[in-house]
């Protein structure tokens, strides 16, 4: 039984656009909010500087379906799951809700790099103690690790 | 052999983010701009009014896979079919480039809806004179009609 | 001696831009979450519906100072104050910390007004009940009432 | 008698809100857009990278008055002036038009910098070539040089 992370966030008046809900480019945004607040719940941040590089997770892949809309000042709930734990990229899943409301799925696939200014990111493998945190919310039931 | 729709913009600084590059949320307000323009140079509007209604074109999934990095004042190109034209609904792809240089390949699924202010949108087949247009786009080797 | 509406936030990655920093425009829109977070706390909203008829708060102007930058993950607070309270207007004041440094100043000015769809918005006066509360934020050392 | 800059730039989607018209922020955003293409026509960049240093205009001060609202789809007229020239600030006006109806009027100041990586910017001395470009769109009548 794995664990899940849940984060809420309430929708602003710069998410909404002329159709009177958030625009479908802020529910990327939001999962990226999602995965960092969760990262930093792990103690880590999406940007990890230590003594001698800084790791970072750039994401490859995104994809979102949408079920309901979503209006100004409401509360969104985002459940995060792990979908794909490699041994150097991360697909989080997160389910979208707003009270029983069912409101959208959607993932995004990270890589970890080691990041220096003025070069390419680099793949390495992700960190043990990073992987061994990861892997309690990996679901087990559709994950392949 | 299909017709594809070409677009253009260039890389903003609003567009970029912290790690240099384009966010990559503005992978897919990019592919709705191009949807928009491409609407626009068919003679109609992602908001269509007519005497009666008007229609839209919610999203109801979208989905990117990126493969190079997009930097401030670059121009970048989106290259437009047509993968699935259903009943009501339409999935566009979209190949990003930058010269010779590979970006990324996304697509939007969007559902032809009849709007009125106040009430849900309600999917609506889709007139046939834009049909016809769209049918130009369809990629007939990947394309399932 | 007036009171003072304290709202903080984190700073988001698609905040940022390829300087590194908040992006000089997202001043503007924490101003507005301010602003909305402050009616809220009052008992109102931004969009206020009524049984007859529904009140917003266009802006009419705008203004901010930059004293120093805001960096990815860092905690902003906002400490808004009522600089004037016109008939139908209210100028808000914000100055930006984080921790002990200064960041920024910076107004945004409302029109109460009384909105329909499809007709442009009438300025009205701010209802009683509302004003009564606005005014116990106004500065009085500063402000022109 | 000075020259002026003319920019222009339809409204897009993303930048509209739940109210129907174009958000306050992005005007802040367009002055911005408007003032990079401007520094492009002159033959720089808002990063202009030379042998030995990178010169920058980060931005100390802006400001909007709104007249009237932006719709999606309009193109939108930004005419530019420069309001003050010092020794190393620029403060861009803009006239924000949509064919005959006032929009907006803005400003941004900017201060020429010396940017390193890591380094907090440090401001310098307008380059004489870069002063005598901008010198032709100084409006004479209402600048302070």
């Known amino acids: ?3 899940r992370f849940s984060w809420e966030r309430r929708i602003e008046f710069r998410d909404t656009d002329a159709a009177g809900i ?3 480019s802020t529910f990327f945004t939001m999962m990226e909010q999602a ?3 969760w990262l ?3 103690g880590y941040s999406v940007l990890w500087k230590q003594a001698d590089n800084t ?3 750039p994401r490859v892949a995104a994809e979102c379906s949408f079920e309901s809309p979503l209006w100004f000042e409401e509360i969104v709930q985002l459940e995060g799951q792990i979908t794909k734990l490699g041994r150097s990229s991360v697909t989080y899943r997160f389910r979208f809700r707003c009270g029983e409301r069912r ?3 959607g993932s995004i696939t990270t890589v970890c790099c080691h990041v220096a200014h003025g070069e390419p990111p680099e793949s390495v493998e992700i960190p043990a103690k990073i992987r061994s ?3 309690e919310y990996v679901d087990t039931e559709q ?3």
């Open 1 to 3: 039984m794995s664990r």
């Open 55 to 57: 790791l970072s997770w």
């Open 103 to 105: 409101v959208a799925v």
């Open 40 to 42: 930093r719940e792990l």
């Open 35 to 37: 995965e960092h607040a």
């Open 143 to 145: 994950a392949t690790t």
């Open 133 to 135: 945190k990861l892997s």
């Open 22 to 24: 958030a625009h479908f």
